[in-house]
């Protein structure tokens, strides 16, 4: 039988009494889903200006459509930050002339994605920058806990995007009958947007717990029709049990009544996969929180969420679809295929004219500046990252109240391994300094923030910098050094401030950066131009707008530097363009406390055999390199 081209879908569908008779009709519908794509649309890294195999949302396009035409009825979401996380997306930040639309939004559109939620990082560039990219999707972007206005309760609140949508679709079952289907698709985001963006949102945006929207906007969704409801959690797995505010909450989420499937995000990990160890409500191997279906598409366009949902139709009253089975899965890139050329059109121009901003020169770098060993010894990289916000704060502060107080500034190394592999380390080479290095050295869009603190709260700042290490008892052999669950970017250097770091005592503060120890401290000799810090000792401590909200010192003044708003990254711009030429030997300013007979294992990344100068003073040994490609060093203390 040949379908009537004149006729739509909708003229196909069965009436009242045919569908009485098909009580019982089963239909398979297919969720495909992006998370943590950080702008990565092609498999290219603008930092060190070479391909990368394996990322970039052009390498699954081709698997996206594969799952497509395998699947009678599919749907495509992605689980949010996509706007920002290298240099194309800052280029397309900072571009005033631009009257394309966001390459991300364009790839979104062309790709056809049904509907995205937001994450966290979509606020890095402020809110006039996030509604006008949004204002070219040609799909529905929905987020159920972020609000310009926080009402009595969730649902009087005024979401800054609508707090969900119910797509209408019309689906066929395994006889090839078409049926309605309304899919319910509500966003959650982290509550700590609020605290981490403050600089961007304050007064702009308030943010709801996820569970406490989530109960509330969950049974409007039902009443709304939805046969279906799909969770786009732009937040990790973390325990079945509600916590307020708490920021991984895909788990205590997963067990609300209304969700029939979640996607997952946020923590960049694979789930199912052994990245998520099994726990209450947590079945890696089978794909399930709390029971539901559920995915983490890793980061970067490196995996690809599948659920497949089994519906069956019922006309008993109450839902008309149930959810009588389900399975989750990812796909992993398969790198090297060709992506589809409607999609390299749409997005070419974007990446030939990032590549052009990317490669202009700003000065020289006289030696190496990399990341490799930064946390375990001092790094030019770093300290040059200080040296710059250093120098812009105290030209800033000349001639105000804070003049003349020391001035000392932070810095840490974003790129540093972890969970975006091994390539994943700052590695500058000596000679130009190109735009597309400032992403090298510093990845994120934050502003330059400055803050008043004691010697005090200048001592524990860095207690909580050396919480990222395990620890070690005299005499340990190869004991692992970093911990796994405090990620290496939260460590901090003061090239300023001359200190040793005690690993034979346990972290002061946890990983949430809580006080968990008053009696023990991990820093110890802290000496400020060769004096010993007091405790009442006035400092100004240079940061960025981030880490100022994230690590909140209680009492700390915040110190305006102007002009406000100043991108880290513009400043170290400007530094290198009136230095001309930057970069020097590393001051070892900082060291841990020896520990005869006592040796830790770290790893580096792809090059980090170059710099071993860097480290001699702990007599390393290479110990081979893993399967993921980190090439690892016994350390000797």
């Not at 003229?11 to 998370?35: E, H, K, M, N, W």
């Not at 035409?69 to 495509?76: D, E, K, P, V, Y």
């Not at 009443?223 to 325990?239: F, K, M, N, Q």
């Not at 008993?316 to 992506?339: K, P, Y």
Request: glycine letters at 8%.
């Amino acid at each position: 039988m040949t379908s009537d081209p004149q006729r739509s879908p909708a003229d196909l569908l069965p009436s009242a009494a045919t569908q009485d008779r098909q009580a019982g009709a089963r239909v398979d519908l297919r969720l495909i889903a992006t998370s943590d794509l950080h702008a990565t649309l092609l498999p290219y890294d603008y930092c060190t200006n070479r391909p990368i195999r394996g990322r970039g949302l052009s390498e699954i396009a081709r698997q996206i459509a594969a799952r497509r035409a395998g699947a009678a009825n599919s749907l495509l979401f992605d689980n949010g930050d996509f706007l920002q996380g290298n240099s194309l997306a800052d280029y397309v930040a900072g571009s005033t002339r631009r009257r394309r639309a966001h390459p991300v939004i364009t790839a979104f559109n062309t790709l056809g994605y049904d509907a995205v939620t937001l994450g966290n990082h979509e606020f890095n560039y402020g809110l006039p920058f996030l509604s006008a990219s949004l204002a070219q999707a040609r799909f529905p972007v929905v987020s159920a806990n972020i609000a310009t206005r926080l009402g009595r309760s969730p649902q009087r609140d005024r979401t800054f995007v609508p707090p969900y949508v119910v797509l209408k679709r019309v689906v066929r079952d395994r006889e090839g009958r078409p049926h309605r289907l309304r899919i319910g698709v509500i966003g959650f985001a982290p509550p700590q947007i609020e605290v981490w963006d403050r600089d961007h949102l304050a007064g702009r945006i308030r943010m709801r717990d996820i569970l406490a929207a989530a109960r509330a906007w969950l049974p409007r969704l039902r009443a709304a029709g939805a046969d279906v409801i799909v969770a786009l959690a732009h937040t990790g797995i973390g325990p079945v049990e509600p916590l307020d505010g708490m920021e991984n909450a895909a788990t205590a989420l997963a067990s609300l009544p209304e969700i029939d499937a979640v996607i997952a995000g946020h923590c960049h990990l694979a789930f199912p996969g052994a990245a998520v160890p099994a726990g209450p409500g947590v079945d890696p191997e089978r794909g399930l929180l709390a029971g539901k279906p559920a995915v983490m598409p890793g980061h970067s366009g490196s995996h690809l969420g599948v659920i497949d949902l089994v519906l069956s139709r019922s006309l008993t009253g109450g839902r008309r679809w149930l959810v009588q089975g389900a399975s989750a899965r990812l796909d992993v890139v398969d790198a090297g295929r060709d992506a589809p050329k409607h999609l390299l059109r749409a997005i070419g121009p974007d990446h030939r004219a990032a590549l052009a901003w990317s490669r202009q020169v700003l000065g020289r770098t006289r030696v190496p500046l990399h990341t490799h060993f930064a946390t375990v010894a001092p790094s030019a990289a770093l300290e040059l990252m200080a040296e710059a916000k250093a120098a812009h704060v105290r030209a800033a502060l000349a001639g105000t109240a804070w003049d003349g107080l020391p001035v000392l500034a932070s810095a840490t190394p974003y790129r540093s391994g972890g969970r975006a592999g091994p390539g994943n380390f700052t590695d500058i080479a000596p000679g130009p300094f190109r735009m597309r290095n400032l992403s090298e050295l510093y990845l994120y869009p934050n502003t330059l923030a400055a803050l008043e603190l004691s010697g005090a709260e200048v001592a524990d700042w860095l207690e909580v910098s050396a919480s990222i290490f395990r620890l070690v008892p005299a005499g340990s052999v190869d004991a692992p050094l970093l911990d796994p669950h405090r990620p290496a970017f939260f460590f901090d250097a003061i090239p300023a401030l001359s200190y040793a770091i005690d690993l034979s005592k346990p972290a002061r503060f946890d990983a949430q950066g809580r006080l968990a120890d008053p009696a023990v401290r991990r820093i110890v000799g802290l000496c400020h131009a060769g004096r010993t810090v007091a405790k009442d000792d006035r400092f100004i401590l240079v940061t960025n707008s981030h880490r100022a909200n994230r690590t909140r010192v209680e009492g700390a003044a915040q110190v305006p530097v102007l002009p406000q708003g100043r991108r880290v990254q513009s400043v170290l711009a400007d530094h290198l363009r009136s230095r001309g030429e930057v970069g020097a030997a590393p001051v070892r300013n900082w060291r841990f406390l020896p520990m005869p007979g006592t040796s830790v294992v770290i790893a580096a990344g792809e090059g980090s055999a170059r710099h071993l100068a860097d480290i001699a003073h702990y007599r390393p040994q290479a110990l081979g390199t893993d399967s993921e490609g980190f090439s690892h060093y016994r350390l000797h203390l």
